[in-house]
């Protein structure tokens, strides 16, 4: 029988949050492995920043909303095996706008914050990012945090357009990728946080 008395947590929360991302990258491809290796790869690193576990756990949850804008992308273009021309690359960028379109309205903090991270999780430390060019901490710390953890997890996956980087060879470039695409701050955690994130990739299943 339903308890209407029953308190809604973050749980729960994380549960819907999980399905709806799962579901508007469905015509992607399968992604409930990424989902869940982007939500424990953020923890681990918002650990090792030192951030406390609430607002850890707040972040990675929010992290799992990072691409729902590519709900609103065509099916062609999320198919695409080829290269895209330059109007499909802009086509291909709006993700992160209509991702925090879809959210800022929002008054849950997993989806408000969701809405930060979908529009941020592309710019880049230096500013080489997009959709607004933001650089330094101008970029929200959270989606800096994503920056880190979804790139690492598109360079050690097999995709419909590529093979994936080995291991060393994608820890060696995020290092070298302090400064530029990432917060060095967040590399240093990337980096003593590597053993756990790599028992995390170990254990997850494509």
Known sequence: MFNSQRK????????YVFLTAYIAELREWDNRSHLRRIRDYTFTICTALN???SEAELISHSCLLHDIGKSATPEELLTRKGQYEEQEWKIMERHTLDGE???????????????????THHERWDGS????????????????????ADVFDALTTVRSYKQPLDI????????????SMFDPQIVEAFVASFPDLLRIKNSSAD
């Not at 800022?104 to 408000?112: G, I, K, M, W, Y």
């Not at 060393?168 to 400064?179: C, E, H, T, Y």
């Open 168 to 179: 060393d060879n994608a820890f060696d470039l995020i290092q070298r990728s302090s400064g």
């Open 51 to 53: 951030i406390p576990r």
């Open 8 to 15: 809604f947590s973050l749980q729960d929360s994380a549960e």
């Open 101 to 119: 379109e879809m959210l800022r309205e929002a008054t849950s903090p997993v989806l408000r914050m969701g809405a930060a991270i979908a529009a």
């Open 129 to 148: 990012g997009y959709p607004h060019g933001l650089s330094g901490e101008a970029i929200p710390l959270n989606g800096r945090i994503c920056a880190i």
